[in-house]
């Protein structure tokens, strides 16, 4: 196995080499069976305010669509009316998950032409789309498995989202996730740094971290990961592939329901991780738990912090520190039947990282359910 961990490439990135200039995520698209039922998850779950509506009542014969946000995130939420198409067909294989990473940039023809010449597969060629609100330019590209990195461009568009939705007034309350702050992918064993070239030729992201399975262990099942990041920090992908363990590793379990390479989990950012997590549990979102023996240990490795040790006790938030500053975090269980996608709820105060100090727990309360689901 690879002993490349952790290696960063802390180098600052061109204006050449970073040719997308990609501004930010701006919108991630499930594909779901039950739009509604989706909507109404993020909308009383997780504090997500539905703001856009497509469907019959707006003459889409197709599907139904809601967005929702939360801060700077965008949700959007779809499932077919019938089952011959594009979409049913995606929900038969892969049940419910992301389909659709969409980033803002400000040429999406420059986007899909540099990003194809450069060997990635087209989805879709530059397309405008039109209605009263103005001109909707998107263009896409394949990533791992069956999703799709679209370009999209709406300096010329002041609708509620794209052509074809309609606003929607829904009152919320936030629970106070704030930001994308980063999507994992999970690929086939051997297949990680196939992506990690994808990402650096295609789309000019650079390396800012890997772990070994030296770093990603338990007594049975291991997993390596490399983030990749974008020009101006703000996109992060960290791909993770299997590694060879005594039992099941959690990305080979994820990959025998996803059926493909898809998305693991996103990471939101907050800035109160302790009123957002008590907020969310309140609500029934149900999150991992590691053993309190994690909770002993804790002053010693992470030193003082300002979050009461108690509360984060209680709610099973999890601490991490490295040269930068700490971080926060906590990861739900899959969101859906399948044991597929998860969120987690991240905060930094100045760490840089991805809670390395954490994995070893962490993944220990997942083979904790794997072994419940059967699966280890
Ligand atoms: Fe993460």
Known sequence: MTKTAPVSDARPITE??????????????????????????????FGFQPVAYAGLETKNRDFASYVLKSGQIRFVVSAPYGPTSELAAHH???????KI??????????AWKATTERGGKSAWSPREEKDEHGIYRTSAIYTYGETIHMFVDRSDYNGPFAPGYKSMERQAESAGLAAVDHMVGNVQLGKMNQWVNFYHQVMGFRQLLAFDDKDISTEYSALMSKVMQNG????????NEPAEGKKKSQIEEYLDYYLTPGVQHIAMATGDIIGTVEELKRRGIEFLRVPDTYYEALPDRVGAIKEDLQAIHDLGILVDRDDEGYLLQIFSKPIQDRPTMFIEVIQRRGAKGFGKGNFRALFESIEAEQEKRGNL
């Open 16 to 45: 050449e080499a970073d040719f997308l200039q990609i501004k930010s995520i701006d919108h991630v698209h499930f594909y779901v069976g039950n739009a509604k039922h989706a909507m109404y998850y993020w909308w009383k779950g």
């Open 92 to 98: 038969m294989v892969h049940g419910d998950g992301v």
């Open 101 to 110: 990473i969409a980033m803002e940039v400000d040429d999406v023809e420059k």
């Open 232 to 239: 101006n920090g703000r996109v992060k992908f960290p791909i």
